[in-house]
């Protein structure tokens, strides 16, 4: 286990509305056990509002980002996993991660929502809603001139993905980008498109909205329908034993009572399971 490097990343400022993400990525962190944390990424809870280059944040987002190059250029991780606030917290680890593996690897991003604008075609200016497409070289040059490398449209695959933006839409039906069914009768399709990327290496990107909000809504952005709580522990299981998992992160937490912490526990240690 201990070839696995776990960071946490508190960032709220992606979905600029409030600081629960903050508040999750800490309690993920709680739930693991400080003992396994190897680094943690200071956050300010509180942050001046200004929208640049169509990015609410920027200058905060630019900052973690630079530091979380530092961590990761002092530790040469192989293996990761960011516990993160937003949706946006890992944007830097996938990209060193794609670099290490010398872009052998493919991001399955587990969410409800696409993630896909840029800051033109972005209603909101939020981060949250632009990892994918800053991942794919698009984007605020502030970010896009921190990334180790860059991933190609045939190194993602959508899983949960519910909620669709038009231009979203438009950017996935022209790159043929696949969104694959989730349930425990349907690991073989899933398989199957990951295995047609002829790539060895798996990055899972686990947006917590990605689950039915009927059993799981501890999240900032519910939609609903989703992937049932226990198919989705099922899954992560079978690919842990079928693939090379790499990295991952889990993002969007929004504490609220003990029977979600309950189940976000379980989801951690099968996430941490992965990398056995």
Not at 84 to 107: A, E, H, Q, R, W
Not at 199 to 214: Q, S
Not at 242 to 254: A, C, I, K, L, P
Request: include cysteine; hydrophobic fraction near 40%; glycine fraction near 8%.
């Amino acid at each position: 286990m201990k070839n696995l490097f776990i960071m946490t990343v508190p960032q709220w400022q992606g979905s600029a509305a409030g600081t629960a993400p903050y508040h999750g990525a800490k309690s993920m962190g709680r739930m693991i056990g400080s003992d396994l944390i190897d680094a943690e990424i200071a956050v300010r809870e509180q942050s001046v509002a200004k929208r640049i280059d169509g990015v609410w944040y920027l200058h905060e987002i630019v900052k973690h980002y630079n530091d979380i190059l530092t961590v990761l250029d002092e530790h040469r991780p192989r293996k990761l996993l960011t516990l993160g606030g937003d949706c946006s917290s890992d944007v830097i680890t996938i990209s060193y991660l794609n670099k290490i593996y010398d872009g052998d690897m493919v991001v399955l991003w587990l969410d409800a929502h696409a993630n896909i604008s840029t800051p033109e075609s972005s209603k909101t200016g939020k981060c949250n809603g632009m990892p994918l497409r800053i991942l794919l070289g698009e984007g605020s040059s502030k970010i896009l001139e921190l990334l180790p490398t860059v991933l190609n449209t045939d190194q993602v695959v959508y899983t949960g993905l519910r909620s669709v933006e038009h231009p979203e839409r438009q950017f996935i039906v022209n790159h043929a980008i696949p969104n694959a069914p989730v349930s425990s009768s349907c690991f073989n399709m899933l398989e199957s498109i990951l295995q047609r990327t002829n790539k060895k290496h798996v990055y899972i990107h686990i947006g917590l909205d990605v689950i039915d909000p009927l059993e799981f809504d501890a999240v900032g952005y519910p939609f609903p329908g989703g992937i049932l709580y226990e198919d989705l522990l099922v899954t992560l299981e079978q690919i842990g034993k079928e693939f090379s998992v790499v990295g991952s992160s889990v993002t969007e937490y929004h504490p609220t009572g003990d029977d979600s912490k309950a189940k976000l526990k379980r989801l951690l240690n099968v996430v941490k399971g992965m990398f056995d």
